[in-house]
């Protein structure tokens, strides 16, 4: 799979293909948006790594600032859609959340959470599995402000996006093998998901000591 992926890094197609693939994983958690921007960083520092040995370098390599930019933009704008659609789901997502313990639990701390600016809910759930569909929809059910939710997004995007490109870019520097480097680093990402999914679930401290 990493061959795979590792060929798409030398076409220009790559930033586009990231971007679509932030936008809709709100929507679709199972795309591999993280293991895309996560590859697309090692190709870069592999490109750019100095050695003994000559490394072939292909034509297109994907320049890490720009992809930084892409993989922040896409991921606010894909939260935006779902904070947008929770907000004016109607009945029908009424009863989608109400099927759902994860939707519900969400929508009793948001409200609280979000309005005491305590949005960092938002960047921890960014990292973990169908986190980010789970707060982007229920901050716009329980109808916050875009003015609450947008600020605590854009770090989201920026922690994350900058999180998975370090991962890729250093560790391929570090290990000096593209192919070890993003095999490792997709492993990170994977453990700062489970990381972040059970902070998630936690009940907040005065339910805990309730």
Same mark, same amino acid.
């Given at each position: 799979?990493?061959? /795979?992926?590792?060929?798409? =890094?030398?076409? &220009? ?10 936008? #809709? ?5 199972? #795309? ?6 996560? =590859?697309?960083? $090692? $190709?870069?520092?592999?490109? *750019? ?17 720009? #992809? ?21 789901? !109607? ?39 169908? *986190?980010?569909?789970?707060? +982007? ?13 947008? &600020?605590? +997004?854009?770090?989201? !995007? ?13 560790? /391929?520097?570090?290990? *000096? /093998?593209?192919?070890? !480097? /993003? ?9 700062? *998901? ?17």
């Amino acid at each position: 799979m990493f061959e /795979t992926l590792g060929s798409l =890094t030398a076409s &220009p197609w790559i930033y586009a293909l990231v971007a679509v693939s932030i936008v #809709l994983d709100v929507f679709l958690p199972v #795309l591999p948006s993280g293991v895309l921007v996560i =590859t697309a960083a $090692a $190709a870069a520092a592999a490109a *750019g790594a100095a050695g003994p040995v000559p490394v072939p370098v292909p034509e297109q390599v994907p320049d890490i600032l720009l #992809l930084l930019v892409i993989a922040t933009t896409a991921s606010v704008l894909g939260d935006m859609a779902a904070f947008r659609l929770g907000r004016h789901g !109607g009945a029908r997502l009424d009863r989608a959340i109400a099927r759902s313990r994860r939707l519900t639990r969400a929508h009793e701390r948001l409200g609280t959470a979000l309005a005491r600016g305590g949005g960092a809910l938002v960047v921890i759930a960014r990292f973990a599995p169908a *986190g980010r569909s789970v707060v +982007s929809l229920g901050a716009g059910k329980t109808q916050r402000k875009v003015a609450e939710f947008l &600020p605590w +997004s854009v770090l989201a !995007g920026m922690a994350w996006a900058g999180y998975s490109v370090a991962l890729g870019y250093f560790g /391929t520097q570090w290990l *000096g /093998t593209q192919w070890l !480097g /993003t095999a490792l680093s997709v492993v990170a990402l994977f453990a700062a *998901g489970a990381l972040a999914a059970f902070l998630v679930r936690r009940p907040p401290p005065a339910a805990a000591t309730a």
